[in-house]
Nanobody, 120 residues
Framework: QVQLVDSGGGLVQSGGSLTLSCVVS????????IGWFRQPPGKEREFVAR????????NYADSVKGRFTISRDNAKNTVYLQMNSLKPEDTAVYYC?????????????WGQGTQVTVSS
């Protein structure tokens, strides 16, 4: 079964904003930390942000800190990534992930990915 569904990507101008959503199955959402990774074209996948079940532990990559905000709505089993002040280097396929450990280590549960393109 599909356990994570991410969405919200699109084309945005530099300096603009997008909010990504990840709807997570109840079992996964209630059990694991949820985070976001991204893979720019031609580059390796990289960590973006993580949030724990109770939102007590939040971590961001240095490249997005101060611009991106991760949050979760427990009533909707949804994790969000609000992305502000977007830069062309933020262009990537963004994937939500469940089961992160050690700040930036991905778990085994992935969304299908959503494309974010930031134009100059």
């Amino acid at each position: 079964q599909v356990q994570l569904v991410d969405s919200g990507g699109g084309l945005v101008q530099s300096g603009g904003s997008l909010t990504l959503s990840c709807v997570v199955s109840g079992r996964i959402f209630s059990t694991y930390p949820i985070g976001w990774f991204r893979q720019p074209p031609g580059k390796e996948r990289e960590f973006v942000a993580r949030i724990t079940k109770d939102s007590g532990r939040i971590n961001y990559a240095d490249s997005v800190k101060g611009r991106f905000t991760i949050s979760r709505d427990n009533a909707k089993n949804t994790v969000y990534l609000q992305m502000n002040s977007l830069k062309p280097e933020d262009t990537a396929v963004y994937y939500c992930n469940a089961g992160l450990t050690g700040w930036d280590k991905p778990g085994d549960y992935w969304g299908q990915g959503t494309q974010v393109t930031v134009s100059s």
